[in-house]
């Protein structure tokens, strides 16, 4: 099944009668399907989402994020959007607005079968109402003993009583460490405060990792340089270049607009070698004309030597990938011994990776864990 | 002196799902032939897209056509254009094409095996420096036997080699690297049990058995693959997997296709060899093998042979009592009107041969006594279809039977291969209303819509695995000696009996009535698929 869903049915209705009025949603969503189809619908629920936004416009992007999630994994979307911090808005966080909501069912054609694929979305905005209210209001709108989906949309604290709450109530919790004010106002070359603000929100990365909740926690950010990792780790699958790892001394990263990615990076880099500041690291900033994400990786040694030894870098425009290495095989200039078209990055292919990961990620840990030390800019 | 040992990658922690094989170097013996053009080409392809080959890794190809490498890649890239739905992305293809190499030769040239190590050590100086080899056979199989002696001969076989032949190549690897060699052989192996050993034989002249890799492309389909994962690693069904609750089993191989353009082949084969002796009785090996002490590939392997060699063996009257094999007649195939067998391009006008075999056999061990498998595998069916089906016994106690709509159908596990990669679990349920009616409903999990990805072609997976030398979804020597010892008491009697025992089917239907009858007078039926 491809694409966002068409809806089919769109009702506001009283939030205690979400779920009876969603029996109704579905009653007409079936008859409409016999009456212009000539046959019923499947509808279908495998996940629950919960997207907590901070603004209606913010949420609208989620909801379109999830809606292409959800065209795989059918489910029912529960979006709440929480206006603190935004100007005018309630300083409480993911609190009701009201006491009602916006019901919706989405159908999409199933490819093999031919068959239309129903699923369907609750969509409260906050303000107004208590932060207990809307938890509670959250969880009797959750379909029982279906894995929960939390989506934390833009910067978050790890002390924040609501972001708390949802990895308490979500199996798997998405935050973007990447989505700091910094990185979201798009690349600013020479601006030192971005590096500081990823360095920062590592910070309440590892407070909230260290959370006593039920949810796996997983950075979009994270998943974003899982390209660049494997490209690295491959690079030193060659058992003569495992030979050179005592002999580094420097890595420099370069990016556009994606601090956070860039001390991940190094920090995960480092945390490969064993422990802090085991190499040097200098991260840079780029500006790609709008183009977001790693742009350059390079490993150094402990000479003096004016070229890399290895060397990842990303052609502009494009999700291509080099790995280049000097001096192999007697031969001293610079040889691209692989290039690579990674996998888009879209966030719900993103949401996706995160779902089907069933272990905790230790090496994301360490990593996080070591960004003070790696990032010494 | 002691032995250093190199440290594991550090950089490979926590990417553990994505394994990287090591940089190497690829030959395929018959590059230009049918199963590379329509398989091996895009599999690796897709391979290089999606970064699962390593980096350094090369593709030489090796045939009879005069060509040089870029001619070599125009065609690879024609195959791809193809092949492939969705197409051929620049970006890929030009990383792609930078590792594909054209060495011509014909197959029982000795001087073409020194140009290929000569060339192969060249490339693998230039791109990847571990002297690492993969030798594909996708030649026709009559060309092994050169193949094998031409790579050992040339030094090529990375083994001990044979003591009274002197090798005359180059190694290709760095001074101290080594490197692998491993060679990978496309089915058929052998035509019977004494030719497959002596294929083994040859092979063993030049290679050890962990340098061997017997490929039947089924093994790689993740719903094979998935019969062990659904089995064990679910505590629901394991304890059902047994004589006390198994009432029979059924595997079906069906195609829809004739034999084509490969009627002279399949004169020589047959439905019992092309498919039987490898395809459906690997399946039926994952059915039956006890669980492995561990998912090592000789643990796995061990209980698959264990499970084949436990097969209850068929000869004389009983072959004629359990095993009807067929032949189709003319008929009509998805609405369109198909020729017989016999009157198919390269096939003779009174052949015997049959395209469709059904049996009842029974593995003898603790688990499986007195359970029927009932088999059958057989071309010009009304659909291509591949499923292993486990028919469950009725409960003790039919407590509603009586003005319930009649017995309850009994529990059915379907483990759907092909072409709609799935498991389905019939199970009875209470039709709604003031009666108590049972009716069978279906729980259906599709591997194309629940987990939103493609699944990778078997070829992809098995590429990638004997590339990182994982030889667990390859069959082994006593493997495959189980299969055609089974296969070969069956042939036997087919070769003794007369003409009778053929019997016709209309193109279009499920076999012929014998097989349906074979089913029928145990009480059961064949599955509708």
């Known amino acids: 099944m491809k694409g966002e869903g068409v809806p089919v049915f769109v009702r506001e209705v009283p939030l205690s009668a979400v779920s009876q009025e969603l029996e109704s949603a579905w009653s007409a969503t079936d008859e409409e399907s016999r009456r212009s189809r000539g046959e019923g619908m499947l509808r279908l629920r495998e996940l629950n989402y919960v997207v907590c936004a901070r603004t ?34 309630d300083p409480a966080a993911c609190r009701l607005q009201s006491t009602s909501a916006s019901i919706a069912t989405r159908c999409l054609l199933d490819g093999g079968s031919g068959q239309r694929v129903c699923s369907e979305e609750v969509v409260v905005v906050a303000s107004g109402e208590e932060a207990r209210a809307a938890r509670t209001a959250v969880f009797g709108l959750l379909v029982p ?29 998405v935050v973007d460490t990447g989505a700091g004010p910094a990185d979201v106002g798009g690349p600013v070359p020479g601006r030192r405060d971005a590096l500081a603000d990823a360095i920062e929100t590592m910070r309440d990365m590892r407070v909230l990792l260290d959370a006593p909740m039920r949810a796996r926690v997983h950075d979009l950010s994270w998943l974003r340089i899982e390209p660049w990792r494997l490209m690295m780790a491959e690079l030193f699958d060659d058992p003569s270049r495992r030979r050179l790892i005592p002999d580094i001394g420097r890595l420099s990263v370069r990016h556009a607009g994606a601090s956070g990615q860039a001390v991940l990076y190094a920090a995960w880099f480092d945390s490969r070698l064993g422990g802090v500041g085991s190499v040097s690291v200098d991260i840079q900033e780029e500006s790609r004309g709008g183009e977001v994400g790693l742009v350059q990786v ?11 030894q290895l060397s990842l870098s990303r052609r502009p425009h494009s999700r291509v990938i080099s790995a280049r290495v000097t001096g192999e095989h007697g031969r001293g200039q610079e040889v691209t011994i692989k290039t690579l078209e990674t996998p888009s990055d879209e966030e719900w292919l993103l949401l996706r990776r995160a779902l089907e990961s069933t272990r905790p990620d230790p090496v994301f840990r360490q990593a996080v864990g070591l960004v003070g030390a790696a990032s010494s800019a | 002196m002691g032995v250093v040992t190199l440290p594991e990658n550090p950089f490979r922690e926590g990417l553990e799902l994505r394994r990287s094989p090591e940089a190497s170097t690829m030959v395929i013996f018959g590059a230009t032939g049918d199963l590379s053009r329509r398989k091996l080409l895009p599999s690796l392809y897709v391979m290089h897209r999606q970064g699962v080959l390593p980096a350094g890794f090369s593709l030489i190809g090796f045939a009879r056509r005069p060509w040089d490498d870029g001619e070599f890649r125009a065609y690879v890239r024609e195959s791809l254009e193809e092949g492939l739905q969705e197409g051929v992305e620049p970006a890929a293809w030009s990383g792609f094409e930078e590792a594909l190499f054209f060495t011509p030769g014909e197959f029982d040239e000795p001087e073409a095996y020194v140009g290929l190590a000569s060339l192969t050590a060249e490339i693998d100086g230039r791109r990847a420096g571990t002297g690492n080899r993969l030798f594909y056979l996708a030649a026709p199989p009559s060309s092994y036997p050169a193949i094998i002696d031409g790579l050992g001969r040339a030094g090529l076989g990375g083994g001990e080699g044979r003591p009274d032949v002197e090798t005359v190549g180059v190694t290709g690897a760095e001074p101290g690297r080594g490197g692998w060699a491993r060679v990978v052989v496309e089915k058929p192996f052998g035509h019977d049990r004494s030719s497959a050993a002596r294929l083994n034989g040859q092979l063993k002249e030049w290679f050890r058995e962990e340098q061997i890799f017997r490929i039947d492309h089924y093994l790689g389909k993740e719903t094979v693959q998935n019969i062990l994962v659904f089995r064990l690693a679910n505590g629901i069904f394991e304890p059902v997997w047994n004589r006390e609750w198994v009432d029979h089993v059924q595997i079906t191989v069906a195609e829809d296709l004739g034999v084509g353009g490969r009627g002279p082949y399949f004169e020589e084969t047959g439905n019992m060899r092309d498919m039987v002796q490898n395809h459906v009785l690997q399946l039926l090996a994952l059915v039956a093998m006890e669980p492995p002490a561990s998912f090592e590939p000789d643990a796995v392997r061990d209980e698959r042979a264990k499970a084949l060699r436990a097969l209850r063996p068929l000869s004389g009257a009983q072959v004629d009592g359990d095993v009807i ?9 998805g609405g369109e009107p198909v020729l017989g067998y016999r009157e198919e391009s390269g096939v003779a006008s009174e052949s015997d041969v049959e395209t469709f075999v059904a049996m009842r056999v029974f593995v003898d061990s603790w688990r499986w006594a007195g359970v029927p498998f009932y088999v059958r595998a057989g071309k010009r069916m009304p659909r291509r279809a591949t499923e292993i089906a486990i028919q469950f016994k009725q409960p003790p106690l039919l407590l509603f039977g009586e003005g319930a709509g009649g017995e309850p159908e009994p529990n059915v596990l379907a483990l759907h291969i092909q072409p709609d990669e799935g498991i389905t679990l019939k199970v009875g349920s209470k039709l709604p209303g003031p009666s108590i009616d049972v009716h069978p409903v279906h729980m259906d999990f599709r591997y194309g819509t629940s987990f939103g990805r493609r699944s990778p072609e078997a070829y992809e997976r098995l590429l990638l695995d004997s590339l990182l030398g994982d030889s667990t979804l390859f069959s082994r020597e006593d493997s495959v000696d189980a299969g055609w010892s089974f296969v070969d008491r069956i042939r036997a009697r087919w070769e003794e009996s007369d003409r009778s025992s053929l019997h016709v089917y209309e193109a279009g239907s499920w076999g012929p009535q014998a097989a349906a009858d074979l089913v029928r007078r145990d009480g059961r039926r064949w599955r509708r698929l």
């Not at chain 1, 929960?148 to 924040?160: C, E, K, N, P, T």
């Open chain 1, 56 to 89: 209606e416009a913010e949420a609208e992007v989620a909801r379109a994020t999830v809606g292409r999630l959800m065209g795989e994994r059918p489910g029912r979307v529960v979006v709440l959007v929480d206006t603190a911090g935004v100007p005018g808005g």
């Open chain 1, 145 to 173: 003993d279906l894995p929960v989906l939390g989506r934390w949309i833009g910067s978050f604290s790890a002390d924040d009583e609501t972001l708390l709450w949802l990895g308490e109530a979500a199996d798997h919790l």
């Open chain 1, 298 to 308: 390079e490993v150094w040694d402990r000479s003096d030597r004016d070229t890399p």
């Open chain 2, 325 to 333: 094999r067929g032949q189709y007649s003319p008929g009509y195939v």
